[in-house]
């Protein structure tokens, strides 16, 4: 299948690792995050999301930080899986009309070795 | 399976020919979008829908570019006359209309490749 995210930076880790992925937003008027995964060839999976409200979210195996002060996102992965593979990309909400209109940052590959 | 699907996967066209993509949102959602994704970024909003009503357009969708969704439920993208530079992946999603801040569900989306 065809790739995403050729030029995309990389963020390498061995298998049973944690990971962090950082992300910049734009708007310090956004009040919504998502984090998504895609792997090749199929579209963007939700992951997690959080309202500008908190700091800090957790899913399973999955820590969505947000520091709303220098308008920065992070996705912390516990125990890296070699299914975890994939670009990650973060997403703000920019609200419009009473609806999301969401803004993709650029995404990071993340490579898992065994 | 009750998540986003959308029809063909992939559409392999010469430059000037039309083509037509289709969406069906989660059967729930109310509200449905459009994103076009290229090598390498992050996916681009294209356009909105809340029901049947086209409430949002980006300046990214040319008049050769239409999007439908005539009894709120499924929804088409056409390209007319396409061109190369619209080689990419047409992203379909849905959330949720309770409420603004819903997560938006992708489909696996259409590859366009212009020959």
């Known amino acids: 299948g065809e790739s995403v995210g050729l030029h995309l930076p990389t963020l390498s880790v061995q298998e049973g690792d944690n990971s962090i992925i950082n992300c910049a937003y734009s708007?310090?008027?956004?009040?919504?995050f998502i984090w998504y995964k895609q792997e090749s060839g199929k579209g963007p999976q939700f992951i997690i999301d959080?309202?500008?409200?908190?700091d800090k979210r957790q899913g399973q195996r999955v820590t969505v930080l947000l520091n709303k002060t220098v308008k920065h996102l992070s996705l912390q992965i516990a125990a890296t899986q070699p299914g975890d593979s994939a670009v990650y990309f973060c997403?703000?909400?920019?609200?419009?009309?009473?609806?999301?209109?969401?803004?993709f940052g650029a995404g990071t590959r993340l490579a898992v070795h065994p | 399976d009750t998540g986003v699907s959308q029809n063909p996967r992939h559409k392999i066209t010469k430059r000037g020919q039309n083509v037509t993509f289709r969406c069906d949102p989660i059967?729930?959602?109310?509200?449905l979008y459009w994103y076009r994704q290229t090598l390498g970024q992050g996916p681009e909003f294209l356009t909105y829908?809340?029901?049947?009503?086209?409430?949002?357009k980006s300046r990214l969708l040319s008049d050769r570019f239409s999007a439908e969704r005539p009894k709120g439920s499924f929804s088409t993208l056409e390209i007319q006359r396409t061109e190369q530079g619209d080689s990419a992946m047409y992203l379909c999603?849905?959330?949720?209309?309770?409420?603004?801040?819903?997560?938006?569900?992708f489909g696996d989306g259409t590859r366009l490749s212009i020959l």
């Open positions: 059967s729930e959602h109310n509200r």
């Open positions: 997403a703000e909400n920019a609200l419009s009309g009473g609806y999301n209109k969401l803004i």
């Open positions: 959080i309202r500008s409200n908190m």
């Open positions: 829908f809340q029901n049947e009503a086209q409430l949002e």
């Open positions: 708007n310090s008027a956004s009040d919504y």
């Open positions: 999603a849905s959330s949720p209309s309770r409420g603004t801040n819903q997560p938006q569900h």
